[in-house]
């Protein structure tokens, strides 16, 4: 199977970062960071999913040559030296006796004579070290086993020098400069970044300054200045913070990478990401990833919680904003991870959430919200649900200069008398009435009707006004101050906390808000400097038609999100292709369904291998003295004498069938497929996630 190649170590050529490379660990301080080494490590191109920071591409010679034990290719090397020196000896001699035939040699010149036998003897070698140097693989002796030993004895004798981590000074032996850029157009604040400790959060995100200052020259002396009085903390995120409490994983925020695992090296996975580490990035984000998996399986630990970090991270560095979702118990961080943690049903929790905050266009607002509102049985019927409240909605807010809250929405799509009166005279003192007055006589013709959606959107907005809910969804300044979805150009961090245990049936309901709510604003944000990211950990209530066709259109708008699902089972049946269709990314987690796994399947496509069949026939070839010897042996051994024939031939195979993901992924693996937002695209990929 193909994870049988997973536990080969010790022979294989290994791609990973170098165990020397700096990257600041959890706990850690930016003093022990040393940023010259980290911010100048080498980092080649290589395809998407690839952890570049201290890639080395492999030569696919030397993985073939890898796959070679040690004694076997000890053993051949040694007995092609043998023979090579014996060659060796015996052709520089009959080149010699060669030449003295044709009378070369003896010469009367001592120097002509010596010459000849030099070249001769140069000659024979090359020819010998080329012939039986390939053939022995010496080079590959050479890399495995030499050149290590003859770097670490070198090492050891050299003194160790004293190293002075945390500074940004230039490394005088390696040359490398963190600020060679900022030290040509402005000196002095270099100069003070060389002093003080700096992290990666502080590098990145000063950077980007720099090269935002770039772009006017006006704004440079305010740049030096910003530095020249804060070091280090210029430019810092509006909460302060320069690094996550509890960071985890091995994050390159130079690139916004973060690691995950690595690629294992077996043949299905593709030759550059063999035994290389595997990282998720906004390129490859930003065309959403879908991971499907059972419970237990660590898409929440390995996966969720991970991208997370990252964005986090990325967010306090400037280049990143993050909406988080997930239940209340989820591990996806601490709240100290985030600048806005909005908790409904948590009488403790400082923000609430705006019901209609990603749309400006009252009618926009009403459809987005009349279709979280409604279960999933009942999608049919949301067009007429997105008249009704948009025929309540639309004259409030001309009426009021404001959307109604949650008990007068509900008064109204109930038809209370008092809270219709009102609405009617507030829209003649502002001089709408004429307007809406249509929408206002239709809704209550609409509300005598036995299938009147107002009744059916007033019953599932009650679930909204329990008494835990208190100022969570309030519109009039009276709650809790509430995060409105639109503000997806500036840099935060945000966790939306859904009550799952207590009220699962609004969980569902506000998991579908605030998805759409984000698609929505993520497609129509103006500023799409920063990478908007979203990760819902249990999106099974999250998505509907209108999310899923928005997902497409987030790969133009600098934005993606992580969606993590139990089964497909879970989605309308209706959602589950154009949902893989949508994405650029998907992961399969073991243990899934086989009828999910299907799907996967048949997304993945098939590829050409190499199908060797064996066929083994009686032997009825030679003569008399052949057949009596089979028959003896048959007669022995009790077994008949066969011939093989072995036929090779391409054919076309499944990348990964159904079964396999079902039955054959070892535990903390997972099969994954990306999709750059360039185009470029990565075959399914065996990835280790666990370190």
Not at 71 to 93: D, K, M, S
Not at 181 to 210: C, F, M, N, T
Not at 534 to 559: E, F
Request: hydrophobic residues 45%.
């Amino acid at each position: 199977m193909a994870h049988d190649g997973a536990h080969h170590h010790g022979e294989r050529t290994t791609t990973r970062p170098p165990t020397a490379l700096p990257h600041p660990r959890p706990g850690g301080s930016a003093s022990s960071f040393d940023l010259a080494a980290w911010a100048c490590a080498p980092r080649p191109d290589a395809d998407p999913g690839v952890f570049r920071l201290g890639y080395r591409r492999l030569d696919p010679e030397r993985a073939e040559a890898a796959k070679v034990a040690t004694w076997p290719l000890l053993l051949r090397a040694g007995l092609n030296a043998v023979v090579g020196w014996l060659a060796f000896v015996y052709g520089v001699e009959f080149a010699t006796d060669g030449a003295t035939l044709i009378g070369v040699l003896p010469s009367q010149s001592a120097f002509v004579a010596t010459s000849v036998v030099l070249t001769l003897n140069v000659l024979v070698m090359g020819i010998v070290i080329k012939v039986f140097g390939r053939m022995g693989r010496w080079l590959e002796v050479w890399r495995r086993y030499a050149a290590p030993l003859l770097s670490r004895t070198v090492t050891q004798e050299q003194p160790a020098e004293e190293d002075t981590p945390g500074t940004g000074a230039v490394d005088p032996v390696r040359g490398q400069d963190p600020w060679d850029g900022l030290r040509q157009g402005a000196a002095d604040a270099a100069a003070r970044l060389d002093g003080e400790a700096v992290g990666d959060v502080d590098y990145v995100r000063i950077r980007r300054a720099w090269e935002s200052a770039q772009a006017d020259p006006v704004f440079v002396p305010a740049f030096a200045e910003q530095v020249a009085t804060r070091g280090a903390a210029a430019f810092a995120h509006p909460s302060e913070a320069r690094e996550l409490p509890g960071r985890a994983e091995q994050h390159d925020l130079l690139l916004g990478q973060v690691r995950l695992g690595t690629a294992q090296d077996v043949p299905k996975n593709p030759l550059g990401h063999r035994a290389a580490g595997f990282a998720l990035d906004p390129a490859v984000l930003g065309t959403s990833l879908l991971a499907v998996g059972p419970a237990g399986t660590g898409k929440t630990t390995r996966l969720a919680r991970p991208v997370a970090e990252a964005l986090c991270l990325q967010a306090l560095s400037g280049t990143a904003c993050a909406v988080v979702v997930g239940a209340a118990d989820a591990d996806l961080g601490p709240d100290s991870w985030y600048d806005v943690v909005i908790a409904p049903g948590d009488p403790s929790s400082l923000y609430g959430l705006d019901l209609y905050g990603a749309a400006r266009d009252p009618d926009e607002a009403a459809a987005r919200l009349a279709e979280a509102l409604l279960p999933d049985e009942l999608t049919a019927r949301a067009e007429h649900a997105r008249t009704a409240l948009q025929q309540v909605v639309g004259p409030f807010h001309a009426a009021y200069g404001r959307y109604p809250g949650v008990r007068e929405l509900r008064a109204l799509l109930a038809g209370e008398p008092d809270v219709l009166v009102a609405l009617v005279k507030a829209l003649g003192v502002a001089g709408r009435l004429a307007v809406h007055e249509r929408d206002l006589e239709h809704r209550e013709r609409q509300r005598d009707r036995a299938d009147d959606p107002g009744a059916l959107l007033a019953d599932r907005l009650a679930l909204l006004e329990r008494p835990a809910f208190e100022g969570a969804f309030a519109t009039d300044g009276t709650g809790r101050p509430p995060f409105a979805m639109r503000v997806l150009d500036h840099p935060l961090r945000v966790r939306v906390k859904l009550p799952e245990r207590s009220h699962p049936e609004v969980a569902r309901m506000l998991s579908r808000l605030v998805v759409g709510q984000f698609v929505q604003a993520a497609g129509t944000r103006e500023d799409r400097s920063l990478f908007a990211g979203l990760v819902v950990d249990d999106a099974s209530a999250a998505l509907d038609a209108t999310a899923v066709r928005g997902l497409q259109r987030m790969r133009g708008a600098n934005a993606g999100a992580v969606l993590l699902l139990r089964t497909l089972v879970d989605l309308p049946e209706a959602l589950r292709a154009p949902l893989f269709g949508a994405v650029g990314c998907r992961m399969a987690f073991p243990g899934i369904a086989p009828w999910d796994g299907k799907l996967f399947s048949e997304a993945w496509g098939t590829h050409l291998v190499q199908e060797t069949a064996v066929t083994h026939t009686p032997d009825t070839s030679g003569g008399v003295i052949r057949r009596a010897g089979r028959i003896g042996r048959k007669a022995l051994s009790g077994t008949t004498a066969q011939t093989e024939s072995v036929t090779t031939r391409d054919v076309e195979r499944l990348r990964w069938s159904p079964s396999d993901l079902a039955h054959a992924l070892p535990a903390g693996h997972a099969v994954v497929s990306l999709t750059a937002v360039s185009g470029e695209q990565v075959p399914p990929l065996l990835v280790d996630l666990r370190g």
